[in-house]
Nanobody
């Protein structure tokens, strides 16, 4: 069974920084892309940043020049460095992965997997 585990959320003052980490584990053959989403109270979940296995990166406009997404070594890790945080960045942040892994029938299957979420609160 494949799972994603996030860490690194917490309370930070406006202008501060946090680094989120996401680790994918299980019978994974390859990861096509990893991304970070967030959901603020009363709002829909939105894409924050994504990175493909080929290194293509995409950011939502509101975090450009403040957030940086990266993949680790081994490549089943993803990070989100968040600088110059604002109160409007407050949300539950979710890691997402598009990957190929072993199914219950011992075949290769395509999966989209979500982490459990980590809360980021930006407040003075």
């Amino acid at each position: 069974q494949v799972q994603l585990v996030e860490s690194g959320g917490g309370l930070v003052q406006p202008g501060g920084s946090l680094r989120l980490s996401c680790a994918a584990s299980g019978s994974i053959f390859s990861i096509n892309a990893m991304g970070w989403y967030r959901q603020a109270p009363g709002k829909e979940r939105e894409l924050v940043a994504s990175i493909t296995s080929g290194g293509r990166i995409n950011y939502t406009e509101s975090v450009k020049a403040r957030f940086t997404i990266s993949r680790g070594k081994p490549a089943n890790w993803a990070y989100l460095q968040m600088n110059s945080l604002k109160p409007e960045d407050t949300a539950v942040y979710y890691c997402n992965a598009d990957l190929v892994a072993l199914t219950s029938d011992y075949e290769k299957g395509h999966f989209e997997v979500w982490g459990q979420g980590t809360l980021v609160t930006v407040s003075s």
